[in-house]
């Protein structure tokens, strides 16, 4: 794994606009499960539902049990692991001027990484439907304990989380910028991304194809392992702060 760790510093050294594209897999040590990895509550709740537009807006209900329980693991416990750490060193070291993430815990963000585009939204706000008004998670989960649906503190309305659901587009200010970072990208970085779910993997594909170099770290295969230049099948709170010592 050294000489791999030694190319992968010398890749970031030499790029002039690395960005990192990260996956559910990055958080799996800081105790958030995976989707496809591991059980737990994922799996207590169905997909279908908790993940679908239409079903929300048939019965929110549903959605805000889910994430009654989810608030634990994904928002109240988690804290940021050496992998987002080592990230945010590297934007703070010049080296790493984006994260574009798939993910909605706001871990990027608490590690110290700044310039974070989140595809799928962050489970950490949620707005009115009705009003508007957008309110911080921490607002809204102690109306849990009392209703469920939750209402809006400001006008009774409807509220709704500020994920991207199925059946919904990915937010336009998000794909433009994570769209500029990746023609402007000369290295990109996978952590944590079985690089499966589109549109979203389409964005390593795309800097490949524009000529960026590729480094994947992810415990499992991809379809993407054959064209990179490094990989490692290792876990991301392992690999990264190695990378970031040798720079
Ligand atoms: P995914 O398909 O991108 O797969 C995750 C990958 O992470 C797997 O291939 C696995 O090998 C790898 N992995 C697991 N532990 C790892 C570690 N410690 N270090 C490096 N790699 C590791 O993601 P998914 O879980 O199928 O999720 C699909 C979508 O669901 C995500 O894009 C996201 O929107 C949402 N989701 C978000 C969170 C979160 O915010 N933390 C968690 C679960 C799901
Ligand atoms: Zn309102």
Request: with cysteine.
């Amino acid at each position: 794994m050294d000489k791999r760790v030694e190319r992968a510093a010398d890749l970031i050294r030499q790029a002039r606009h690395a960005i990192a594209f990260t996956g559910s897999g990055i958080s799996a040590e800081s105790g958030i499960p995976t989707y496809r990895g591991a059980g737990g509550v994922w799996h207590k709740y169905d997909p279908a539902k908790y993940a679908s537009i239409d079903y929300f807006l048939k019965d929110p209900s549903y959605w805000w049990r889910f994430f009654r329980e989810l608030r634990g693991p994904l928002l109240q416990k988690a804290r940021p692991n050496q992998g987002h750490l080592a990230l945010a060193r590297l934007e703070a070291e010049g080296h790493l001027p984006a994260v574009i993430t798939q993910n909605i815990d706001g871990l990027h963000q608490a590690a110290g990484s700044r310039n974070v585009i989140e595809l799928h939204g962050t489970a950490r706000r949620t707005s009115c439907m009705d009003c508007g008004t957008a309110f911080p998670i921490d607002e809204i989960l102690p109306i849990l304990d009392r209703e469920i649906p939750p209402r809006c503190p400001r006008c009774e309305g409807n509220l709704r989380p500020s994920v991207i659901l199925f059946g919904e587009a990915l937010p336009p200010d998000a794909l433009e910028k994570a769209d500029h970072e990746t023609r402007a990208a000369d290295l990109v970085i996978v952590v944590g991304s079985s690089l499966a779910v589109y549109p979203a993997a389409s964005i390593p594909e795309m800097a490949k194809t524009n000529g960026a170099g590729l480094i994947i770290v992810n415990v499992d295969p991809t379809p993407m392992d054959s064209v990179a230049d490094v990989v490692f099948h290792n876990s991301a709170g392992t690999v990264l702060p190695q990378i970031v010592a040798r720079i």
